[in-house]
């Protein structure tokens, strides 16, 4: 069974910074591609970054790039979302997401395993 817990969410500034960690319960951690979704009240969920099983392959949202970071330690077997520069936008409910042997994507509906979110909350 798969289990995704994620951490690090909280209240910050505009401009101010996280660090999302999302703690993977994976035997084959590395068969796995990671990703972040957002969902913000009364809006569906949509992507923010995804990473490859290698670490090679990188996807951002356009509201996110330049911005926001993802990476992945295999020996922790986590991945996790440096955000900068926040914007109140930012605020949303953050999750982290598994999706086995494939691709990187930006639909939620590919990916196979879901965490049960991490609050962000960006004030002005």
């Known amino acids: 069974q798969v289990q995704l817990v994620e951490s690090g969410g909280g209240l910050a500034q505009a401009g101010g910074s996280l660090r999302l960690s999302c703690a993977a319960s994976i035997r084959t951690f590395s068969s796995y591609v990671m990703g972040w979704f957002r969902q913000a009240p009364g809006k569906e969920r949509e992507f923010v970054a995804a990473?490859?099983?290698?670490?090679?392959?990188?996807l951002y949202a356009e509201s996110v790039k330049g911005r926001f970071s993802i990476s992945r330690d295999s020996a922790k077997n986590t991945v996790y979302l440096q955000m900068n520069s926040l914007k109140p936008e930012d605020t949303a409910v953050y999750y982290c997401?598994?999706?086995?042997?494939?691709?990187?994507?930006?639909?939620?509906?590919?990916?196979?395993?879901w965490g049960q979110g991490t609050q962000v909350t960006v004030s002005s």
């Open positions: 997401a598994a999706k086995y042997l494939a691709v990187p994507s930006t639909v939620p509906s590919m990916y196979n395993y």
């Open positions: 990473i490859s099983r290698g670490g090679d392959n990188i």
